[in-house]
């Protein structure tokens, strides 16, 4: 089946789709709604909820990284690298499982995944969600995170973009849409488990939480693990020399355009008095971690 499109056409568009899913989950999802770090004019704020839905609910994505940060790589966290292991900190966690071949199949399920959780995500892992109560009293926000809403707006975006992608590239695009689909989800769910082993930690953050340019760069900015940790209420995650935070970058972008309102970032003190002496550049092993 060919499209009506040539193939060097596609890299571009799925560049600017990766983009366009992860402010939504970045920015909109996790610096607006979870930190409240910035604010938006009320369009662009629904468009950035809209596009960030294959994160998951609004309510339950707020509750549950909000429980993260409270209890980050200790016990009742649920997805921790030091407690659970790589793959359960990866994708096991959404599932609910342990096992280490069902953690990679979801991670490569692509659009299968998609479909499951349209109507696995909205039911699972809300046992948080009282402390999005914020998010909930939003109408559009808590419309969106209803189980029927949610699985219809999820399930519709993603079929216009599957139409979309296989009328102008025909089975080119099936193959290069289900790379996108297996990538984009990756690149945000490596935050959790990447970016708690590998990488520097100059900030002290009380946790596992890593700085990694090359996870900033594939999480649009949310790579800066270890500043974020530190700074959770920051608009701005990267604080080092030749720190990029794209998603940051974003948020100036809309402040200047008048799009955006009430960027929050920390103090010079506040950055001097949390700076770490020594910055190991990778994790203790599991049995060495302090209590």
């Given at each position: 089946m060919t499209?009506?499109?040539?193939?060097w056409t596609l890299p571009p568009v799925f560049v600017a789709l990766t983009l366009v899913i992860g402010f939504g989950v970045v920015v909109g999802f996790h610096r607006m709604l979870t930190h409240r770090a910035v604010r938006f004019v009320r369009p662009l704020e629904?468009?950035?909820?809209?596009?960030g839905l294959p994160a998951g609910t609004p309510v339950g994505w707020v509750g549950h990284h909000r429980h993260h940060h409270a209890h980050a790589d200790d016990e009742d966290d649920l997805h921790s690298p030091r407690r659970r292991g790589f793959w359960v900190a990866h994708t096991g966690w959404y599932l609910g499982t342990t096992s280490v071949t069902l953690s990679i199949l979801y991670a490569l399920a692509g659009p299968l995944r998609t479909a499951f959780d349209a109507f696995w995500r909205p039911r699972t892992n809300q046992q948080y969600a009282h402390l999005a109560k914020d998010v909930d009293d939003d109408p559009v926000f808590r419309a969106l995170s209803?189980?029927?809403?949610?699985?219809?707006?999820?399930?519709?975006?993603?079929?216009?973009?599957?139409?979309?992608?296989?009328?102008l590239w025909g089975g080119l695009g099936v193959v290069c849409l289900w790379g996108f689909h297996v990538l984009a989800y990756n690149f945000g769910d490596l935050v959790n488990s990447w970016g708690h082993v590998w990488g520097e930690q100059p900030w002290d953050s009380n946790d596992d939480a890593r700085d990694h340019w090359l996870l900033a760069l594939l999480a649009v900015g949310d790579g800066w693990h270890a500043g974020h940790h530190a700074f959770p209420?920051?608009?701005?995650?990267?604080?080092?020399?030749?720190?990029?935070?794209?998603?940051?970058?974003?948020?100036?972008?809309?402040?200047?355009?008048?799009l955006a309102s009430a960027l929050r970032v920390p103090a010079d003190a506040d950055l001097a008095r949390r700076r770490c002496r020594a910055a190991p550049s990778s994790p203790l092993p599991p049995s060495e971690h302090p209590a």
């Open positions: 499209g009506l499109l040539p193939w629904v468009f950035l909820v809209v596009t209803r189980p029927v809403v949610y699985a219809a707006a999820l399930l519709g975006w993603v079929l216009v973009l599957w139409v979309v992608v296989v009328t209420g920051s608009a701005r995650c990267a604080f080092g020399p030749g720190q990029v935070d794209v998603a940051y970058l974003f948020c100036r972008a809309c402040e200047r355009l008048g």
